[in-house]
């Protein structure tokens, strides 16, 4: 598995589906990535974000907010951030993708996604810019 660059990055998962949650747990600990878990918004944005290098997985349905309205208070809080949206087979009401994208929003996936999608957007998101030139 790749991630040589970057050692040990957090991923936060915001999703208020524990099933969801807890199987992400599980994928990022079988590779040695350090994760944190929140069901709402309202408890990450109120977490102090680490300055360690690391990405957001966003469910663009939380019950206190849209996933847009997330990504955008969390870009406010630090702007390099990266975040990946997910949503349940591209169910998308509140155009939470559409207008993430107009904000600079890279990485979408639509679930049920394959675990080596979602291995390689985590991976994207968490190495420099030079290192994922050097790695093409």
Known sequence: MPFQQVERPLIHVLDDDAWIR???VSLFDSIKL??????????????KLPDKPGC???????PDMTGFDCFYQLKQIN??????LMTGFGYDPAHSI???????????LYKP???EQLLTEVEKAVSSPADVASSS
């Open 22 to 24: 807890e199987a992400l």
């Open 34 to 47: 350090e994760t944190r878990t929140y069901a709402t918004a309202r408890d990450f944005l109120t977490s």
């Open 56 to 62: 957001v997985v966003l469910d663009i349905r939380l």
């Open 79 to 84: 702007e390099h951030l990266a975040v990946i």
């Open 98 to 108: 559409v207008k993430a994208r107009q904000h600079g929003l890279k990485s979408v």
């Open 113 to 115: 996604f394959r675990l």
